[in-house]
């Protein structure tokens, strides 16, 4: 499958590691977790960019990288958001939220809908709305060759998005707009994401002497 992921960066991964030495001292994970080579760039798109049928590549905003930790068994999986600047983790999530994460991973490397010789290389990123019971994958070609970006949806409450078949951007946006329009009518809501395991947060002093969304 033509999927070419984003190599982690030494100051995000030490920034990282900070925030696991603090789910360690706290007893919530095990040590000796081992830190995925890759990482996934995260992106932010607003309900109004959904229901004016926004271009993604230029409505959405880079908010951070999300960086994965796993041990021996499934369980002992940790995820971390570092923000842009690479100076403070803005989550930690640990336990089966992660693990789903993984798992939707995985079934990204086996799409048959993506074994195409002649296709582009595609970039994971992370697709998050505020506001909206949803996260996805959105899987952004890299090269010029015409073809369309592509959305995979994993976290949502959305019966008709299926996280095993990738769909157009277009799609994704008809699918969502129900949601999309009712969180305007509520106002600027709280961001309502699926629930997640938090810890507390390393800054980037912390990170620095300790030595790790």
């Known amino acids: 499958m033509p999927i070419i992921y984003t190599p982690t960066l030494r100051r995000q991964k030490q920034v990282f590691e900070a925030g696991l030495l603090q789910l360690m001292q706290l007893r919530r994970i095990p040590a000796n977790l081992t830190i995925d080579q890759y ?8 309900a109004r960019d959904v229901l004016s049928n926004a271009n993604l590549s230029t409505a959405a905003r880079l908010l951070g990288y999300r960086y994965f930790a796993h041990g021996d068994s499934p369980e002992a999986v940790v995820a971390g958001d570092v923000d842009a600047s690479s100076t403070r983790v803005t989550a930690l999530s640990y336990g089966s939220s992660v693990q789903k994460t993984l798992v939707a991973k995985k ?14 290389n595609y970039e994971p990123r992370l697709l998050r709305i505020p506001g909206l019971y949803v996260e996805a994958f959105w899987l952004k070609p890299l090269s010029a060759g015409g073809q369309a970006d ?3 949806p994993y976290h949502t409450l959305i019966e008709d998005l299926d996280p095993a078949k990738p ?29 997640q395991v938090t810890a507390p947060l390393p800054s980037a002093k912390k990170a620095r002497t300790s030595s790790l969304h």
């Open 150 to 152: 592509l959305i995979v």
């Open 39 to 46: 990482t996934f760039p995260i992106y932010n798109l607003t």
């Open 107 to 120: 079934g990204l490397d086996e799409q048959p809908d993506l074994e195409d010789p002649v296709a582009s």
């Open 167 to 195: 769909i157009s951007v277009q799609d994704f946006f008809d699918k969502v707009s129900p949601l999309a329009e009712q969180a305007l009518k509520e106002g600027d809501a709280p961001r309502t994401e699926p629930k």
